[in-house]
């Protein structure tokens, strides 16, 4: 959080948290006094927004709907359409608020085709300078969301050249431009002043407010999901099997094909750590232990903030992890647990 107040005073520009990667609003009363606001993918999340975190309100939806348009609108600052014809559909219902338009530069950090908002026949934002320039009146300002996992600051230095190269005449017209989240700017070793002069020198040049919308950048290595061990087997390789599952509690890591971390991840014993669901690959990662792990031992994969929570899921009927908070003084604080009746109640 400290880190993210110092680019924003800095650079000038704003940064709102991207609740689709963390939505745990127990914690905003902390996280408001470090970011100027949120930015949304949907209604529910513009409202959350509005209601729980407060400050400015960005809504951006890769589509609405007739049914949602004025509700989403009552709890926005800002709304960015995702295209022309929805600013079109959607322009008077939004006319008391700023709106905007997503622009896709066709260019991304991204390696992943599943994450690459650049990928071909891509659906999110519009990319034809005259058809934007032909709605110019409508709109005051765009997002641009094209780094993706970015820790690598001359990349980001050299799209953002190329989305100014490219998007010049548009830029010169906006009040405001956001650059969307995947900058891992909160890294260790990201050279956060370089980066900073970077965005203070795009809204000199544009006479524009930058936006940042950083999600994974908010939250990296606040969080653990710890779990317990119930029971361990050898089957080649030695297993243990814990009292949570990827697909249920960290699909983003079984999506994308990646590991939960766990530290130190030294010691002679190796285990591959399995979830209990029933899917076969349901594992979290192999992993090395100081010592031979036995039931009842405590595992706690690190960094697991992003994309976790907002999509956990019941499937298996596999029991949900309590959220607990950990506060400043080292207390522990349990904000949610989860029993059958949520169980039953998300289904029907
Ligand atoms: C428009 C937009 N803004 C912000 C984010 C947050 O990205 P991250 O969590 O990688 O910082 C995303 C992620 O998909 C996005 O699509």
Redesign the pocket.
């Known amino acids: 959080m400290e880190r993210i107040a110092r680019v924003r005073e800095t650079s000038g520009a704003r940064a709102l948290l991207?609740l689709?990667?963390?939505a745990t609003w127990s914690v905003f009363d902390f996280m408001r006094e470090y970011m100027d606001g949120t930015?949304s993918?949907s209604l529910n999340e513009v409202r959350l927004g509005h209601e729980r975190f407060g400050k400015e309100t960005h809504a951006?939806s890769v589509a609405y709907a007739d049914y949602e348009i004025d509700e989403v609108v009552s709890h926005a600052d800002k709304i960015i359409f995702n295209s022309i014809s929805q600013l079109e559909r959607y322009a008077d219902n939004a006319a008391g608020i700023v709106r905007g338009l997503?622009l896709n530069p066709q260019v991304s950090s991204s390696s992943f085709d599943l994450?690459d908002?650049a990928r071909p026949f891509s659906r999110?934002g519009e990319w034809d300078l005259s058809k934007v320039e032909a709605v110019m009146d409508r709109i005051s300002g765009f997002?641009i969301?094209n780094?993706?996992?970015n820790s690598d600051f001359s990349l980001f230095d050299r799209m953002l050249g190329q989305i100014e190269e490219r998007f010049a005449p548009l830029l010169r017209n906006a009040e405001w431009v956001?650059l969307?989240?995947?900058?891992?700017f909160t890294g260790d070793d990201y050279p956060i002043d370089q980066f900073a002069e970077r965005l203070k020198r795009f809204a000199g040049e544009y006479g524009v407010q930058v936006y940042l919308?950083?999600?994974?950048?908010?939250i990296t290595k606040s969080t653990t999901l710890e779990v317990t061990v119930l029971d361990t087997l050898f089957n080649g390789k030695n297993l243990a099997i814990v009292d949570s599952s990827i697909e249920a509690h960290m699909l983003d890591l079984l999506i994308y094909r990646e590991s939960a971390k766990v530290a130190p991840n030294r010691g002679p014993h190796r285990y591959m750590i399995c979830g209990k669901s029933c899917l076969a690959g349901d594992i979290f990662g192999e992993f090395d232990f100081e010592h031979e792990l036995k039931v009842g031992d405590r595992i706690s994969f690190q960094d697991a903030a992003?994309?976790t929570m907002v999509k956990k899921n019941w499937f298996n009927g596999v029991r949900m992890p309590s959220i607990a908070i950990r506060e400043l003084d080292g207390s522990i604080r349990t904000v949610r647990e989860f029993d059958y009746a949520d169980y039953e109640q998300s289904l029907s």
């Open positions: 991207a689709k990667c963390f930015t993918s951006y997503r994450a908002p999110l997002m969301h780094n993706c996992e956001s969307g989240g995947g900058i891992h919308e950083p999600g994974e950048a908010s992003g994309y």
